[in-house]
């Protein structure tokens, strides 16, 4: 009995100065928080040479505004949680995370919201449409991007321009060849090539109060346009010359009307 009695006592002991040591362990070998300040801030932005709406030293004033630049400031005052929040808030932010590490560093990663299409209206409407046809500000951003004037408010712009931009640029030769899209009072639709001094009517585009059948219906509609269109670029305007029409209307199915230059007659072919 006094045996059993001696091994109890020794197993506590052990279990006693295991749980010191293992508690001491955390205890010494863990840094102290509160004195811990951040040393680095590492600001990363996924897409930069992409879409270049925002940069590190944009992001970096940001957060110097907001009182939220976390260098020289304790590690355990550092708030990621609003730091990213506050960043979402950017129009041109698509995602943000931001996390401290162990060697006293902050981290911060952007990702971009994707332009699609610029929308220029005779309304004096200036902004960019996104990959989800949401509208983005105007800003210092520059690209090859296809712009749309005219007639556009914002409603149609987001329902039917951005398929047509989305339809085009889906093409890799209409996506080189058409720079600008232009929408006429009755919502005709004029395109304007790089190549080539014409302008090219494509007509009205088709229209449903279904917003699931929409894309599908422009896009299927500006493909068989286009397939026409190219056609005749290959086997009519190479033969006749890329300057000999000022004016080229693919409307109607079975028949292409094109305006000569200078007064010229105007031509039909089938």
């Known amino acids: ?29 863990k840094p102290d928080q509160e004195k811990q300040i951040c040393t680095q801030v590492n600001i990363n932005i996924a897409d930069e040479a992409t879409n270049g709406f925002i940069t590190a030293k944009e992001i970096k004033d940001r957060l110097k505004d907001s009182g939220l630049y976390p260098l ?39 990702t971009q919201r994707m332009p699609t299409l610029r929308i220029k209206s005779v309304n004096g409407d200036d902004y960019y449409l996104d990959d989800n046809n949401s509208i983005m500000p105007n800003s210092h951003y520059t690209s090859d991007l296809i712009i749309a004037t005219g007639h556009i408010n914002k409603w149609f712009a987001r329902n039917y321009v951005a398929y047509v931009g989305e339809a085009l640029m889906a093409n890799d030769f209409w996506k080189n060849q058409i720079e600008q899209i232009n929408i006429l009072p009755d919502k005709g639709i004029e395109l304007v090539p790089r190549v080539g001094d014409q302008i090219i009517y494509i007509g009205q585009l088709p229209e449903t109060n279904r917003p699931d059948k929409r894309r599908q219906l422009v896009t299927d509609y500006i493909d068989r346009k286009m397939d026409r269109l190219e056609k005749f670029y290959k086997y009519g305007l190479s033969q006749a010359g890329w300057n000999k029409y000022s004016y080229i209307n693919v409307e109607f199915d079975n028949q292409i009307i094109c305006k000569k230059r200078q007064y010229e007659k105007t031509e039909e072919l089938n």
């Open 1 to 29: 009995m006094r045996m059993n009695r001696g091994k109890i006592i020794l197993g506590t002991i052990d279990f006693m100065l295991a749980a010191y040591l293992a508690i001491a362990f955390v205890v010494f070998d």
């Open 72 to 110: 020289g400031k304790p590690l355990y005052t550092v708030d990621t949680r609003t730091i990213e929040e506050m960043l979402k808030r950017s129009p041109f932010v698509q995602s943000a995370q931001c996390y401290k590490t162990q060697d006293g560093h902050v981290c911060v990663t952007l």
